[in-house]
């Protein structure tokens, strides 16, 4: 039991249901009392958070915890976000209430490094394209022109955990690696700093891996497309909210574009991005993996053993004390 003899009530936000969440953190025993929203609106968060002292967010950020929301759970002492990515919550209000906000950092670095690797040898080696033909009965045996991937330089936008990944995975297959970083240069599996503008210019294929952020969002705009070379590919793993899909689709020098995130996901019917030949979807998929769940779980449940047992919780990413009290 914890301490004042009461366990701690968790509202749990992930699009699951009661039951299955239960089953993820029986774990934890009587330590936590987990509610869960029925109607998942954001009317009946706003009315369970008073009593909130913990909240597992919601990875689809139909449900995120704003300003507003914040100042509702006088209550909150720690907010844990079972993914990578923190979109929607407002990382200042948190800081400023003093609850620590963590998320899954690396949980996915594998399987999502793997897709980029599997998506940029779909496009050099058009394997799509050439899939199609044959399925139209046709034989372009000596006109698809494919690439070979180690003949490539591969530039990757963001060096965390998954950027590292790719650099090891890139630099295996024979490609030349470079990266840029917010964080600077940090070099590393043979991949050299890069300013951005020069990385884009140089590359011939772009991979985005690096989070979304209010210095990040529209990062990949017209101008900047406009830079990279003409028959290069741009592969984005990270936010659909970095890349302008416009102008993407305006990109006429790109020879092909994988894209696993979206600015709307789904991405709705109609949606220009789906009738472009160039580009391979794929449905926010690229971490989602067997293991990398099981990873993901792990993360969380150990993160919240440690909050209820007075321990740091790790991955903190808005600068609070990741000792977690009650209040």
Known sequence: MTDLGRPWRLLALPPLPADAVRGLLSGLGDRIDVVTPETRDRAEVLDLLP???????????????????????????????????????????LADAGVPLANTA????????????????ALVRRLGQGDAAVRAGEW???????????????????FG????????MFGAMGCEVAYWSRSGKQETY??????????????????????????????FDANRLAMMKPGSFLVNAARGGIVDEKALIEAGQLA??????????????????????RILLSPHAAGVTPQS?????????????????????????????PVVKRR
């Open 51 to 93: 009593e909130a002292e913990i909240v597992v967010g919601d990875w689809s950020s139909q449900l995120v915890l704003d300003a507003e929301a914040v100042a509702r759970a006088p209550k909150l002492a720690f907010v844990q976000q079972p993914a990578v990515g923190v979109d929607g919550h407002d990382l200042g209000a």
């Open 106 to 121: 690396g949980v996915n670095a594998i399987a999502v490094a793997e897709w980029c690797v599997a998506a940029a040898f």
């Open 140 to 158: 372009p045996q000596l006109t698809l022109q494919p690439r070979e991937l180690s003949s490539c330089k591969v530039g990757l936008v963001g």
């Open 161 to 168: 955990p998954i950027g590292a990944a790719c650099a090891r």
């Open 190 to 219: 043979g991949a050299a700093y890069q300013d951005l503008d020069g990385l884009v210019a140089t590359s011939d294929i772009v991979v985005i891996v690096v989070a979304l952020a209010d210095e990040t969002r529209g990062l």
């Open 256 to 277: 092909g574009m994988a894209l696993d995130v979206f600015t709307t996901e789904p991405l709705p019917p109609g949606d220009p991005l789906r009738s472009d030949e």
């Open 293 to 321: 769940t099981t990873r993901l779980i792990q993360c969380v449940v150990g993160n919240l053993a440690a909050a209820v047992g007075g321990a740091p919780v790790i991955n903190v990413v808005n600068g609070v004390n």
